[in-house]
């Protein structure tokens, strides 16, 4: 792990390049910090943004967390399956020696956004500020930014190592990593103190303060997301489903949050002119249609122009055509969901305005039940924005919504003994499905992880569910994918996606190796087990 002291160039750096958090952020930015103004009262909104702004290239940035989360799972494919190593990832089967910097890059967002967390959590609180309410609340925000870093690092490498302060010279340089259970524990915490000091939505608008910033119900949200994840592999600890189901209910009560309902419900959710809804609980902001941290959707649209994607005035869209969503899950999205979630979630038709016969997006892969498009995540359509190109996609990018909150509530419910079908069956019924009832504990469970699946899918969660499940679980979903019932000349075979067989993973790789990197510039630090 690299060393993580305070460093003010990478911070002046950051003033002087434009903020991705600028649309709700908008107090005065300074070009430098000088004797007197680091921190003062003037500077430390400035320092707030720079946190969100590491947070946002954490998740957002180049795809990478995108590629991270998604690829090992059913909903994406790299590249329509061309032989990559980055399919390595679709097959469970990567290892400690990717030279691809796409992993690197993922640990060096955590440690910057921590570093910026860590100088706002150690600095502010001794600095005269008028407003003191507002000073607490600064630090509630990098408490809750800090916890979020390490719920993604945890949930991807394991126990990390706790850094609790911006670091200087006479601190260990060098630390250890913590177990999960250690890491879990530093989190709470964080969003415990982040809870008990932020306002909620409404109280943040009332006082002029735009949308975008940290609130309770974010705070609240994440903590409940936190215990149910420990609840699940690796850990099986359920003492705080209880302390779940609290903060869930406290959320559901405040009446700050509901679903975005209205005759064309998903078009009007997505909405980019509209992306801090009452469904947005916490969400990476974007602004306008500027190319805030490289918007990772232009990798999953064609790099030809189409119609029927991005609706603008002139039809355009063209991204690099890297990433699609694979016939196969799009059949099986269909199988459990053909309405209007499905068709604004997967774009499996559209047309090329010209004719390019190379076209990858072209490609027919031949099913059992008939002839299927390379597909495309449909999700962050940008209705009416004039784009030059699909990497200036304008939408915020979604962390927590309150569809994810009423699935957790749900989830919760049942393991606790008594499930509440409430959540469930709203983002049913808003979907076009009907209500469910009378299931068993365990059948319960598995329609709340298939709701999620459908809900959240590209949102970056379902790693991280099948991972909470177990093993068998995993295997056992992956093998339904990867067994397409493709004929044997059709595109997939024999490029490492084998037609019929058993999905094996080895039981290390349900977490991912600790980057070399990082293990060569700590020698106290060890590399994850089986690697």
Known sequence: ????????????????????????????????????????????????????????????????????????????????????????????????????????????????????????IGLVPDIEMEDTQRQAEIVGEAKFLRAMTYFYAVRLWGGMPIIDKAQTLDDELFPARSSIAET??????????????????????????????????????????????MAGEPLNDNSNLQAAKDALDQVISSGEYALVQSATPYQDLWDWQNDNNEEFIYAIQKQGTQQNFRGIFGYMTPSDPTEGIWTTTTDFSAGSALDGVPPEFAKWYESHDSGPRYDWTIIT?????????????????????????????????????????????????????????????SEVTNELGSADYTGLNATRARAGLPPLSGLSQSEFRDAVFLERDLELTFEQNMLFDMRRRGLEYCKAKLEGFYNPNQNESSPGAGDGYPQDFQFTIEPHRMLYPYPPRELASNPNLEQNPGY
């Open 184 to 229: 879990y524990a530093f989190i709470i915490q964080d969003l415990q103190d982040a809870a008990s000091v932020l306002p909620t939505r409404s109280e943040y608008t009332s006082r002029g303060f735009n949308a975008g910033h940290i609130t309770k119900g974010a705070a609240l949200g994440t903590l409940a997301k936190v215990y149910l994840t």
């Open 349 to 409: 038709e559209y047309t090329l305005t010209r004719d390019n016969a190379t076209h990858s997006a072209g490609e027919v892969f031949t099913m059992e039940d008939g002839d299927r498009a390379q597909g495309y995540i449909g999700k962050y359509r940008a209705v009416g924005a004039e784009l030059d190109n699909n990497f200036f996609c304008p939408n915020n990018f979604p962390v927590l919504r309150y569809a994810d909150v009423l699935l957790m509530h």
């Open 1 to 120: 792990m690299r060393k993580i002291l305070l460093y003010l160039p990478i911070i002046v750096g950051l003033l002087i390049f434009p903020m991705g958090c600028d649309q709700y952020l908008e107090e005065d930015l300074f070009s430098s910090f000088g004797e007197g103004n680091f921190p003062n009262e003037a500077t430390v909104e400035t320092m707030v943004n720079a946190t969100h702004r590491f947070m946002g290239v954490l998740v957002v940035n180049n795809h990478r967390m995108f590629w991270a989360t998604e690829f090992p799972t059913p909903s994406v494919h790299y590249r329509f399956r061309q032989v990559h190593e980055r399919n390595h990832l679709s097959t469970w089967s990567w290892n400690n020696t990717f030279t691809d910097p796409a992993y690197f890059e993922i640990m060096d967002h955590i440690w910057n956004t921590i570093r910026m967390s860590n100088d706002i």
